[in-house]
């Protein structure tokens, strides 16, 4: 045996890849397995490397970059006896190597585990559920299970993600979200629920729920769901869950072989070795789930059958794919580019790549109808849209791709890292990077999807057109790490495109010696961000190999030309609206004295905070100062608007802008909320900050803290125009674009919604739910808030003339009636008397509540005086059910006021909304101020036009610019929405 004999090197590999292989197992440490891994990529590199260089200087058929390769003279004589049988060999046991790595050499999720429960979890029962929770009702209905049947399982979880806005909130918050979830379901059916989150409870670690609760919810195309929901239907998780999470890998050994029959044994060796070592495709990802992988594999044989010209399969494959993941439909610019190069080679738009359009539509039908069964319809596909577009344009750790560059400050990323974590500072330098370079994240993106496709275009029938298209959606998409086994195109043709298909799988290597020295989750952003760049750079390095640009030089001066003109638009056209909302951040700060200022992460309290935090000053002392830099971008004169925070702990603080000064707003409360001060003209120099002094405390607070959630300043001239149909138009533009549903608003919502939908001709709109596709809910599981929501929600349908729910609801209804529920609430005796219920069914209902007060006079007596803080929940209940009273009984204005009682008598009415509407605009409540606008228009007392105008300008001065309102109640689910209801009610009554 010479020293350089084939029988020499494999056992050189094989020496090599066991060692390592013992090496990492003994030490049992991450970052041994890492750098395991790390050694197999920079093996296989060298070992194909070589081979190329060796077959350089020899005659070859193959149309490869291999011709390109100049190997010295010695390098043929130093690796003699090097034969492709000894590469085959070679690969073979490095790929052995990586079969056990990619299991963390038996350990996978830890202790031998095969199941991945966190994934299985979202797929399984998102899917099987979806019917009734959709897309964002999955983690309030699990709390909502846990809490009855297993609570201490939810004593680590602190925060929850709420998978309609995407931002954590409260585990109490996502109680009151969940609270009507069980009417979803039919009695069975929530016991079912309950069981399967029981099974995962007792299999999952202890204190799982706090990471599978805060993640990102179930993602699955209606195509996924009619799969998953079915499998799960037939096999039971406590019987078939390993046979279910073994589809996947049955769906890898699929792929790995259709790559060995299109393009040869050496390239699936190399699949296998890019799938097992690479830093994407870990077990820890996807491993033990479930379903995972039929979009790969469904990619995968389409780039084989398309390598084989069998275009009508390739079709249906890529349909496949592009059902389950949607990004796959990017690959279709390979045989797009090689049907326009053969129709422009023979003159006849006929070519075979028309058979993998009809392959396509045809398959894609088929999907669409097969599934619309399981998914209640087509109509499930736009939902998926809505919320996978909801889904994209939010921030995340784990993404890799080019967007990623442009998001991440690697250096401000490696000083959180080092420091507290804080979520709220971590988007707002997502926001800021994601705003500063969206123009030219949009000219590369264009610049490097022209050059993929000249790429294509400049080898349309060579399997190496597939490296350049491997990279589209890492350039058009923001995809998870995970997705990232869609590069294995750039691998597996690496005879053809030798380059970067080493390139890449070296690259692995550096990816996993960059794991080492970034460990996550501390450094995550860092390492993605530096894979990120990786990645451009190769890409970038291998669309410009090229030496005769200039056959193509009209395409990239149209490239040069719209990247130019993405950059240069937005930065020459004047903002239409000068409109800066500022979110304070300790990087806002200019000065501060007597104190300290951080900011504080208030998800715990509720959902009112923009962001989830606020800026807070812990004063020490009275006359403590806070000075803030704003975002004016000219001088002028600005409506200012300032959201402070309220707590028992915070005194009393004055603004002060040049020579203006704000009247002192006194912060105390027994609990925590939202007050806006806003001054309407304020002239703001090039000096643009605003200094907040203490002015001392009430007597029951504790400290002279204080803090600012957000500042937002208005350009004055932009305000001229404010009116009631302004402020209407803003609120009711909120409610298309955030319509009520059973987990945003619940039954209670989507009750006065449609009512105003009914009542005033308002609010119709594709972005509303078709009310007669709501769910049956069962009475005995309705709060009384959602029974009253239900009860004007079937009366506002049946005057909608919506009858195909009327027949299912009935039930419903019988139900809440047999519960004597009608007798403790009037507006729901009411609602429910017009539905046709009598008074002997439902029984003699107990005094309202402005009975009790038509008697006693408390509240009227206390509105007449200084009310202290601490009353504002019971003055603001009180207000609430009077209203609500007034409004179902009065049929909302429709109905005119019982002739004798509470409701007839003026002297009791007039002074009590006087004063419940100064109180209300004193403490700046928004829904109560409209509730009191609908109570004088329900019982028939006009408010003066001076009422009329003060309260329309309170609402002006209170709106977002959203058409949303600030937040008074920050424990609310949403603290908007109410008042946003309320408003459109109340605004919709004048003439």
Known sequence: MTPHSPRTLIIVVATTVVIGAVAAVTTATPAMGMAYRALLCFLTTAVCSASLLVRSGEPSNENSETAMVKAPSWVPTLLRGWERRTVKICLAIIAVGGLASYSDFGRMHGGGRFIHYHEF??????????????????????????????????????????????????LNVTRQRASDVASVFGAERWQEFKTDIRYF?????????????????????????????????????????????????????????????????????????????????????????????????????????????????????????TADRVFPILFALVPAVQWLCAVRETRSWKQPQLRF???????????????????????????????????????????????????????????????????????????????????????????LFLMIAVSVWREPRRGGSWAAAAFLPFVLLYPANYYYGF??????????????????????????????????????????????????????????????????????????????????????????????????STNDVATVSSGTANNEAMTEWGTAWSLNDHLVCKAVSNGATLTVRTPVDAPGRYQVRIDYTTAPVFGIVHARIGTYQTEPVNLFSPRLGIRTVVADSVEFGDDAQIQFTVNGKHPASTHYHFAIDRITLTAVAELADISANTVLNGAMTWLWEHPATIFDGGWASLGLEATLVQRFNLLRGDAFLDYADLPTPRGEALTPAAQLGFARLVEATRRLRLDEPQAAW??????????????????????????????????????????????????LGALAGQLDPRSDEAVRAALTSIADEVLAVTDYGRVAPPITGAMSNMGFL??????????????????????????????????????????????????????????????????????????????????
């Open 487 to 584: 590069l294995v195109l750039a691998v597996i043709g690496w005879r053809l495109k030798p380059r970067i298909a080493l390139f890449m799988l070296g690259w692995q290597g550096v990816f996993w010696l960059l794991n080492i020295g970034l460990p996550s989750p501390q450094q995550l952003e860092v390492l993605n961000w530096t894979i990120s760049v990786l990645l451009g750079a190769l890409l970038i390095r291998h669309l410009s190999q090229y030496d005769r640009l200039d056959r193509n030089w009209y395409i990239y001066g149209v490239a040069v030309l719209v990247c130019m003109v993405s950059i240069l638009i937005p930065a020459v056209t004047p903002s239409a609206t000068r409109d800066n909302a500022l979110d304070l």
């Open 357 to 447: 359009v009809a392959g396509f539509v045809v398959a894609a039908l088929l999907i669409v109808g097969s599934c619309a069964t399981k998914t209640g319809g087509v109509e499930a596909w736009p939902r998926f849209y809505a919320n996978i577009s909801a889904h994209s344009d939010w921030f995340y750790l784990n993404q890799v791709s080019l967007r990623s560059v442009t998001v991440i400050d690697p250096l401000a990323a490696m000083e959180r890292a080092d420091s507290r974590w804080d979520d709220s500072l971590w988007i707002r330098e997502r926001q800021s990077m994601a705003s500063k370079y969206a123009p030219l994240l949009v000219a590369f993106r264009v610049l």
């Open 201 to 321: 409870d007792q299999h999952m670690p202890p204190h799982s729920w706090r990471a599978v609760l805060i993640d990102h919810g179930f993602n699955g195309t209606p195509f996924w769901i009619a799969i998953g929901g079915t499998l799960v239907e037939w096999f039971p998780l406590e019987r078939w869950i390993t046979l279910l999470a073994s589809i996947d890998i049955v769906l890898l050994i699929a792929a790995g072989l259709l790559v060995a029959w299109a393009f040869g044994f050496e390239a699936a060796l190399f699949f296998a070795i890019f799938l097992l070592t690479s830093v994407f495709t870990t077990f820890g990802f996807t491993g033990g789930a479930f379903l995972r992988q039929l979009w790969f594999v469904g990619l995968i044989g389409f780039v084989c059958l398309s390598q084989q010209k069998r275009w009508l399969l390739a079709g249906v494959a890529l349909a496949i794919a």
């Open 121 to 170: 979890y979202h797929y399984s029962m998102g899917s099987k559920y979806f019917p009734e929770l959709g897309y964002d009702g999955l983690y309030a209905a699990t709390v909502q299970a846990l809490s009855e049947d297993r609570p201490q399982s939810l004593e680590s979880v602190a925060q929850v993600k709420n998978l309609t806005t995407y931002q954590l909130e409260a």
């Open 810 to 859: 009935k039930e419903t209804l019988e139900t809440i009636v047999a519960s004597g529920a009608a007798r403790e609430s009037l507006p729901l005796f009411a609602h429910l008397t017009r539905l046709g219920w009598s008074a002997d069914q439902m029984g003699t209902p107990v005094p309202g509540v402005i009975d009790r007060e038509y008697r006693s006079r408390e509240l």
């Open 910 to 991: 007039r002074p009590l909304v006087d004063r419940a509407l100064s109180w209300g605009i004193q403490r700046r409540d928004v829904a109560i101020v409209s509730r009191m606008f609908a109570v004088a228009h329900c019982v028939k007392k006009p408010l003066s036009p001076a009422q009329i105008d003060e309260a329309v300008r309170f609402l002006a001065r209170q709106q977002d610019r959203d058409g949303s309102f600030g937040a008074v109640q920050a424990r609310a689910t949403n603290p908007r929405r109410d008042a946003v209801l309320m408003t459109v009610l109340a605004l919709s009554m004048l003439d």
